[in-house]
């Protein structure tokens, strides 16, 4: 979405089993009024690439980067939800030469620590194996029956259609990829203008853990919002001029 002549550009990276839709319709009009705006779905989710390959939150920053190159923007802001902010983080990793800052929603520089937490994730790769061996229409009857059931009553058609789109093989093999993901013995080196939000009653990512960005990233400003995991949409009252706020901050340290 283009934005305000010469304003800088946000790239929107969403979290694990949502879409750029999902994750971030509630933003995009409100963000376009102040920047440019590129959005695309993660391998494996919504119209993303499909791949034989296993999942890696590091092709994931480089599939946004590509994204960028064919759109002929040079430089963009990472604003990264939940999974898409360890995707951001590694866009400024991997390309940090186009990273003036970055954005961190609801997130973690890890996301397990306890033994049961890593049994969680080894299981979602037992999954994801199996998937690649089962055939598709039991693919299909599992995901209806252990996801998009409990979803219908709760969800618009719409976004019941953005989920069905997905392909559980690899999101499942995205959860395992958000267990190995641990930014602790870098994320001190992050030398660009950062802002975190912190979802302040979030039952999925702990407080906790999501303020180890702002402690351990250098100049951090942090940002609260009170509401759960789905802030951006359950909350998106507030969520959302945060998410604006944020954006800004980062600029006028950048400049």
Known sequence: MPGPPGAPTVLLLHGWTASMDLNFFTCFGPLAEHFGVVALDHRGHGRGIR?????????????????CDHL?????????????????SLV????????????????APFFHHTRQERLGFLSLG??????????????????????????RDQWEAWAVEEAERHDWRMVLEAGRAIGRFDARPWMSEIDVPTS????????????????????????????????????????????????????????????
């Open 51 to 67: 791949s034989r390959k296993t999942f890696r939150l590091e092709d994931c920053a480089d599939d946004a980067m590509a994204v």
């Open 196 to 255: 975190v939000i912190v979802t302040m009653r979030d039952s999925v990512v702990p407080l906790q853990r999501q303020v180890r960005w702002f402690e351990g990233i250098p100049g951090a400003e942090a940002f609260r919002v009170d509401g759960d995991h789905d802030a951006v949409v359950a909350n998106a009252d507030r969520f959302v001029p945060t998410l604006v706020r944020a954006v800004h901050s980062v600029l006028e340290r950048a400049s």
């Open 126 to 151: 037992g999954l994801a194996a199996l998937a690649r061996v089962t055939p598709t229409q039991s693919r299909e009857w599992l995901t209806e029956r252990f996801y998009l059931q409990r979803k």
């Open 72 to 88: 002929g923007v040079e430089f963009v802001i990472p604003v990264g939800y939940s999974m898409g902010g360890a995707v951001a």
């Open 92 to 107: 400024w990793k991997q390309h940090g030469a186009r990273v003036p800052a970055l954005v961190l929603c609801a997130t």
